[in-house]
Structure formats: C-alpha cells, structure tokens
C-alpha cells in the first residue's frame, strides 16, 4: 500500500491530544518531583544544598513538591477516567481493555520480543517486527501505576501525618513510609534518567530525540520501518488512511525539541549528580 502524497498527509496520528497534553503533564510533574524531592533527599550535599538554599529551604522546596504531586494525581485521574470512558463507548467489560493486539498489558509475545531485541543488540539475530506497543513502553506504562500507588500513598502519609493517624494509623508507619518514600522516588528517578532516556533519546534509531509524543504524529516510513507488525495491521484493517494527516509543523517540531532538551539536560544533571552524591558524599 502507497500513501497519497499528493494530500500532503504524510504522518499516522499515533497520539491523541489528550494522551500528549497527560503526558507533558507527566514530564512537568516528574521532573519538579525529581528535583525538588532529590533536593531534600540530599539537602546537605554538594550541589544539592546549594539548590537547596537558593530556592529557599524546605518552605519553598516542599511547596513545589506538593504542586508536583496534585498535578501527579491530576494525570492519574484524567487517565483512568479517559479508560472507563471508553469502556463505557466500546460496551465492553474492563478486562477486555486489557487485552488483545494493542493492550498495553505484558503477554508472551513481549517476552519473545525481548529475547530478540537482546540477539538483535549482540548482532546474533534479526530486529524484531514490533507492534503498537514495545516491551519497554508497557514496562514503563506499569511503572507509572505502581509508582503513583506506592510513592503516592506514601507521600500522602507524610503529607497529612496527623489525619491519617487520627484514623487509627501506626505512628510507626510514618517512619516506615518516609524510607520507602524517599528510597522508592530514587529509584524512579535513576530509571527514568537511565533506561527511559535511552530509549527516547539516546537509541541510534531515535537520537537524538523522539518528538512523536508532543507532535502525536509519525511519518508512515518511519511507522513502516519502526513498527512494520502495527502498520501491516493498520493497513490490513483499512485504518491507516484514515489517520493520516499533514507533518507537523518546522515551529512545532522545534519547539518540542527545545523544550525536550531542557528536560534531558535537566535530567543528565540530576542523574550525575545523585550518583556523585552517594559514591562521595552520602553517609
């Protein structure tokens, strides 16, 4: 099958306007999080506590902590609301959201997919024909959940020590939850600025940046060449013309790089940061 270049609509819509603006959402509380919470982590070291002491201590760090997680909750509720909406548009039952050819869901063929992307990296075997969704992708997916339900709860917990005690809570799980809490959030932001960003920006076939979530759009050669097992279904159900539409725009584009580059550095500096904080300083 040929696209009509003559249209100009060259891109697949692989992302909606929804999911872009849950996912910049994602980016902007992540990153506040991450800084601020590794901030008060390491209040005491290096560069952390001059960051720490320019932005005014604990009053003001806290502040922009507590901002970042009211925007956390507020993607998280968009998110399971826009699943139980199209539960309820699809008449299905929940579960059958979760599975099929394009669930987000880990099933045996990641596996498979897995142990071919790992032949493929040491050149002992082809690249795999991926579809809608990569091992990754689902892997981070589910990490986002779990990190909202552990970290968040957790966070909570140290928010408003004083009502949940009254409500029967152990004054013993505070304690417990700041460790877990705070060990949990390093854990997070160590993959997020390792594993994550490779795959968005540092893979060879992607560096030195994956624009696709901002602009929601990719070219069908690269969809083709990329996810050649989503194309052949798109093509084989009479779906891809039908989301095709012009390239995003050159101001576009490069604004979503500018603003894709802040974040990356931002996160180059914590990581190396965090890593020069507990080899030299951390005690």
Do not use: C
């Not at 996912?23 to 290096?46: E, Q, R, W």
């Not at 507020?74 to 399971?80: K, N, Q, R, S, V």
């Not at 063929?109 to 493929?120: A, G, H």
């Amino acid at each position: 099958m040929t696209t009509n270049n003559n249209s100009g609509k060259t891109h697949y819509r692989r992302f909606d306007t929804f999911s872009s603006f849950l996912h910049l959402l994602v980016i902007i509380s992540f990153l506040l999080l991450a800084l601020t919470g590794m901030m008060i982590k390491f209040a005491g070291m290096g560069i952390f506590q001059v960051l720490f002491e320019l932005m005014g201590g604990y009053p003001v760090t806290g502040l922009i902590h507590r901002f970042a997680a009211i925007i956390t909750f507020t993607y998280f509720g968009l998110h399971i609301y826009s699943l139980l909406k199209k539960k309820k548009s699809r008449g299905i039952k929940f579960r059958d959201l979760l599975r099929g050819e394009n669930s987000l869901m880990p099933n045996r063929r990641d596996w498979s997919e897995f142990v071919q992307t790992t032949k493929w990296f040491l050149g002992l075997g082809p690249r795999p024909a991926y579809g809608k969704w990569t091992y990754w992708e689902k892997f981070d997916y589910l990490a986002v959940f779990w990190g909202v339900a552990i970290i968040g709860a957790t966070g909570l917990l140290l928010w408003f020590p004083e009502f949940f005690t009254g409500l029967g809570v152990p004054g013993k799980l505070i304690n417990i939850a700041t460790i877990i809490h705070s060990d949990e959030a390093l854990l997070a932001t160590g993959f997020i600025f390792t594993v994550h960003f490779f795959n968005t920006h540092f893979r060879p076939d992607k560096f030195p940046m994956d624009t696709v979530i901002f602009t929601g759009r990719v070219s069908v050669e690269e969809l083709k060449k990329d996810r050649p097992r989503e194309y052949e279904q798109l093509v084989r159900e009479g779906k891809l013309e039908e989301n095709l539409e012009e390239a995003p725009s050159k101001q576009f584009v490069k604004a979503a790089r500018i603003f894709g580059f802040i974040a990356l550095a931002l996160g180059l500096f914590l990581i190396v940061s965090i890593i020069y904080s507990m080899i030299f300083l951390y005690q």
